[in-house]
């Protein structure tokens, strides 16, 4: 197991670039491996020149350090869960634009969180809605409600899942790996539903960059989630939860228990990376050290070489 972290962690105000001083505030905090993101398609275009991707490149490679995921965000995208057939080639080839990118920046995988349908919600994100009082919500309501499509979902599964698929071949053929997250109201949410899919694609280069916070926010005790995944397990996001409504905390202020999470990972012979992910803080550097500090010894703990946390 190696620590990393998220380069989108630092940036304000949500995942802008530019990355580079990330990266080597990342190194300086003692960090092994690096993520980057397509935040928005034209990124992909003004930020990701060829130019820039050597300097990226030969930035972090001078620094010791790997780039074990790039991540295209899921709105840039949002046509791969379409039913149209326009909107859906549309969506593919910036996928493949972005796997492009990551190949010529030396990434070790393509990492996507799992689309939603056409939901309509009081907010953007609609996996970040899970209470009907949230920030952003002009007119609270004591009910959540969503408005969904009454398509047929069978037929998306089976499109979706079609889509996935092609993802997958351009990955594979990039000779790199290709990561599923899950997240709230999307698609392909939890484990059950990763495994569904696995079913259905069962390339050993597809797995799941398994986020600590959000299987959490789904109800679920990671460590059986993990049993469950077993080998598909190929990366970590790791952030905290409390329970109740904030998802987005450092590691060890939530009720997440990392030193079991650590000795589950050991169990089913997980060797990526455990990388940090948290945002929306004034002093990014410092909850992230303080993160950083405590699942160094949850690790210590979890392999019976230090005190307990």
Known sequence: ???????????????????????????????????????EEKDLYEYYTEENIKYLRELYESLGLELTEFAVYTPVIAGLASLDEDEKEK?????????????????????????????????????????????GVNRATPKLYMEIPTYDYDELWKSYVGMLGRCLE???????????????????????????????????????????????????YLPMSLRKLGKRVKHLHMRDGDGMFNYNLPCGMGIIDWVELIKT?????????????????????????????????????????GGKL
């Not at 990118?101 to 809605?129: F, H, Q």
């Not at 949410?189 to 259905?200: E, P």
């Not at 069962?202 to 799941?208: A, D, K, L, N, T």
């Not at 997980?270 to 992910?277: A, I, N, R, T, V």
Request: charge should be negative.
């Open 1 to 39: 197991m190696k620590l990393g972290c998220a380069t989108w962690s630092f940036s304000k105000p949500h995942y802008q670039p530019p990355y580079d001083e990330a990266i080597r505030k990342i190194h300086e905090m003692g960090f092994q491996g690096i993520e980057m993101i397509a935040f």
């Open 91 to 135: 969506a593919f080839e910036i996928f493949k634009k972005a796997t492009d990118v990551a190949e010529k920046l030396g990434s070790r995988a393509m990492n996507l969180v799992s689309n939603w349908p056409e939901t309509k919600c009081p907010i953007d994100y609609p996996p970040s809605y899970f209470l009907p009082f949230v920030n």
């Open 170 to 220: 351009y990955v594979e053929a990039a000779g790199m790996e290709f990561y599923m997250e899950g997240h709230a109201n999307v698609i392909v949410g939890n484990t059950d539903a990763m495994l569904r899919l696995f079913d259905n694609l069962p390339s050993e280069r597809f797995g799941v960059n398994f986020d600590t916070a959000w299987h959490l926010i789904q109800r679920e």
């Open 265 to 305: 990972l050991n169990d089913i012979g997980f060797d990526g990376y455990m990388s940090f992910e948290v945002g929306a803080y004034d002093d990014m550097e410092k909850y992230i050290r303080i993160a950083k500090e405590y699942i160094d010894r949850a690790i210590e703990e979890a392999e019976g070489v």
